[in-house]
């Protein structure tokens, strides 16, 4: 059975489901990148240890923010602390399902898909394996799956919401689909996940 949080999450708009995060987990105190050449990620910006992501709220207008390569073609601003977010690996999930629900943001970089591949190609795979069994050799892993452990109902249900908008959405059913939502890091297909689609 799917929980009341998680309903109300994705019942939420995308700022709202910021906002709430903020006053959960309370705000970031460092930016992401010590500099804006955005070659080395500041240490400090990290909560792993306490089982949650870094989320950049900018990743409704440009994709692979915490990436070395793509960071620095967008404004540092977008980097800096007030511009991120904290969550669980569902909390994640569910940031960027609702960035692929919702209208494109005016700012967004053209000629990207913002929010599906954090999701499809990222979070999916990694929780697919989590409850699929596979056991986490680091640490940071180990806390952040461990915050989600019996939340494999809730995982499903987002999915499901998932995969309605994905059918509202030409372009996107091209390429997402139940077995695309089901894959592990291996590419095979999580059948605990798939059955339950």
Request: hydrophobic letters at 35%.
């Amino acid at each position: 059975m799917e929980s009341i949080e998680i309903k109300k999450q994705l019942d939420m708009t995308y700022s709202e489901l910021v906002e709430y995060l903020l006053k959960k987990y309370g705000p970031a105190k460092y930016d992401y990148f010590c500099t804006e050449s955005c070659k080395s990620k500041n240490s400090k910006v990290s909560r792993t240890s306490e089982g949650l992501y870094c989320h950049h709220i900018d990743e409704d207008k440009a994709i692979m923010l915490s990436n070395d390569k793509f960071a620095p073609n967008n404004p540092f601003e977008y980097q800096k602390a007030d511009r991120l977010v904290y969550c669980n690996a569902l909390e994640h999930l569910i940031l960027h399902v609702k960035i692929v629900e919702e209208p494109k943001n005016k700012d967004a970089n053209k000629m990207e898909l913002q929010g599906i591949g954090g999701a499809v190609n990222f979070l999916c795979p990694q929780i697919n394996d989590y409850y699929n069994g596979y056991e986490f050799k680091q640490p940071h892993l180990i806390k952040i799956y461990s915050l989600i452990e019996n939340n494999f109902d809730d995982y499903v249900y987002i999915l499901k919401y998932f995969l309605n908008i994905v059918e509202e959405k030409p372009l996107l059913k091209l390429f997402i689909n139940k077995e695309r939502l089901s894959i592990g890091w291996d590419r095979q297909i999580v059948k605990k996940v798939y059955n339950k689609l």
